[in-house]
Nanobody, 115 residues
């Protein structure tokens, strides 16, 4: 059974940092793109950052220069280092794995940035 388990969310003041982790299990995710999405109240889910199995990354314009995505393929882990957090970064952050013929989501972890 495939599982994506996120951790690391919480409450932080503006300007602070958080590191999200996602542990994927249940199958071989080697050839896949892993990413983080977020959904703020009343808004659609949006891509925050993603990384391919080859290490290529892409980021939403709103987080460039502040967030860094990384991946440990051997451990099936993906991380999101979030620095200089802003109140508009508040939302539920979801881990995503997108591969040939499959896509999985985690249950989400809440990130709240206070002003």
């Amino acid at each position: 059974q495939v599982q994506l388990v996120e951790s690391g969310g919480g409450l932080v003041q503006a300007g602070g940092s958080l590191r999200l982790s996602c542990a994927a299990s249940g199958r071989n995710f080697g050839i896949s793109r892993m990413g983080w999405y977020r959904q703020a109240p009343g808004k659609q889910r949006e891509l925050v950052a993603a990384i391919t199995s080859g290490g290529s990354t892409n980021y939403a314009d709103s987080v460039k220069g502040r967030f860094t995505i990384s991946r440990d393929i051997a451990k099936n882990m993906v991380y999101l280092q979030m620095n200089s957090l802003k109140p508009e970064d508040t939302g539920v952050y979801y881990c995503n794995v997108d591969g040939p013929g499959y896509q999985y989501w985690g249950q989400g972890t809440q990130v709240t940035v206070s002003s």
